[in-house]
C-alpha cells in the first residue's frame, strides 16, 4: 500500500490549494478515504472524509464551506480543495485509508485508519 500526497506549498490567506494523494498496492475504490492534518506542536486533527463512490462527504467544523473533498477512482487518487485558506490551516496534511466503513464508526475516529501518506506540507502565511 502506497498513499503519496502532493501540491502543498506556501499562499497567503485567502488564497487557495489543492492537495491530491495518489494510491497504489490496494483497489483504491473499496476504500473510504480521508484527509487529516497535524500542526506544529498538536495532535491530528482528522478534515475530511469520503466514501468509496465519492457520494458522501464529511468535513470538520473548522473547514466546512472552504474545503471540498473528492476522488477519482479511475484514476486511483484524492483530492482536496482548499479554498479561503487561514493561516490555522497551516500544518502537514496527510491522505489515510480507512479499515471500515464511513456509516460504521465516525469519520473523525483516527483509530479507524491503516495506512498513511508522507504528507504534504501547506502554509499560509503574509
Known amino acids: 500500500v502506497q498513499l503519496v500526497e502532493s501540491g502543498g506549498g506556501m499562499v497567503q490567506p485567502g488564497g487557495s490549494l489543492r492537495l491530491s494523494c495518489a494510491s497504489s498496492?490496494?483497489?483504491?475504490?473499496?476504500?473510504?478515504m480521508s484527509w487529516v492534518r497535524q500542526a506544529p506542536g498538536k495532535g491530528p486533527e482528522w478534515v475530511s472524509a469520503v466514501n468509496t463512490g465519492g457520494g458522501s462527504t464529511y468535513y470538520a467544523d473548522s473547514v466546512k464551506g472552504r474545503f471540498t473533498i473528492s476522488r477519482d477512482n479511475a484514476k486511483n487518487t484524492l483530492y482536496l480543495q482548499m479554498n479561503s485558506l487561514k493561516p490555522e490551516d497551516t500544518a502537514l496534511y496527510y491522505c489515510?485509508?480507512?479499515?471500515?466503513?464511513?456509516?460504521?464508526?465516525?469519520?473523525?475516529?483516527?483509530?479507524?485508519?491503516?495506512?498513511w501518506g508522507q504528507g504534504t506540507q501547506v502554509t499560509v502565511s503574509s
Open positions: 498496492g490496494f483497489t483504491f475504490s473499496s476504500y473510504d
Open positions: 489515510a485509508r480507512r479499515t471500515s466503513l464511513l456509516d460504521q464508526a465516525p469519520p473523525d475516529s483516527l483509530r479507524e485508519y491503516d495506512y
